[in-house]
Nanobody, 125 residues
Framework: QVQLVESGGGTVQPGDSLRLSCVAS????????MAWFRQAPGKEREIVAGISQLGTRRSYLDSVKDRFTISRDNAKATVYLQMNSLKSEDTAVYYC??????????????????WGQGTQVTVSS
């Protein structure tokens, strides 16, 4: 079992930046893809960004491309989401996720079996 703990959420104004962090309890997550999802009120959870085991493959939701960057530090068993130029529509609870099996494409949602508790990101003027 892997535990994931997110941090870095908060309330910011449009155009601001935030960096989310997610620390895994076991370094075995380094063998698997990891991702960030988000869920806004009244909407389904969606994958925002995914990253492969060594960080060589990254995928992004179209609406966050060129604004968000996912990265990982396997020595620290940590994945990050740098969010720039935030918009009100980015407001959501953001969840870190780790895959439970080997999967080639980090953008495929169904591979993710382990979840953090979520961190709230609110973008408001």
């Amino acid at each position: 079992q892997v535990q994931l703990v997110e941090s870095g959420g908060g309330t910011v104004q449009p155009g601001d930046s935030l960096r989310l962090s997610c620390v895994a309890s076991r370094r075995t997550v380094n063998l698997y893809n990891m991702a960030w999802f988000r869920q806004a009120p009244g909407k389904e959870r969606e994958i925002v960004a995914g990253i492969s085991q060594l960080g060589t493959r990254r995928s992004y939701l179209d609406s966050v491309k060129d604004r968000f960057t996912i990265s990982r530090d396997n020595a620290k068993a940590t994945v990050y989401l740098q969010m720039n130029s935030l918009k009100s529509e980015d407001t959501a609870v953001y969840y870190c996720a780790a895959a439970g099996t080997i999967w080639s494409d980090p953008a495929t949602s169904r591979q993710y079996n382990y979840w953090g508790q979520g961190t709230q990101v609110t973008v408001s003027s």
